[in-house]
């Protein structure tokens, strides 16, 4: 079983998602930003994606600038405590499967969760080709 952290209006984890059904899985979707997040979800999901809190902060496109999160010297407790109250915080998509846990961005980090690759030829967003006609990675 495959579950995706996603945020549907994110065009990286939209891809993502494709991706994992392209590859035949039927994926758990959890919309973060609807259900948030509980402290031991993302300590858990940080221990085994070998992420820290400052590692997996969303910098863009979030209140972390105006939260001081981006000063140096923020302790990993002040930002796990920010995104359980703004779970916008947390990057996504964040992908858990039999083959583990990862941050996948950029979005093709998700081939490496999946047991069979989408058919190829497969493109990311941008177009860039990440499967070629013989269901090869490239790159």
Known sequence: MIVIHHNPDCGTSRNVLATIEAGGEVPVVIEYLKEGWTRPQLLGLFAAAGLTPRSALRETKSPAKELGLLEPGVSDEVILEAMLEHPVLVNRPIVCGPKGVR?????????????????????????????????????
């Open 103 to 139: 941050l996948c961005r950029p979005s093709e980090a998700v081939l490496d969760l999946l047991e069979t690759l989408p058919p190829g030829p497969f493109r990311k967003e941008d177009g860039e080709l990440l499967i070629d006609e013989n269901g090869q990675r490239v790159g």
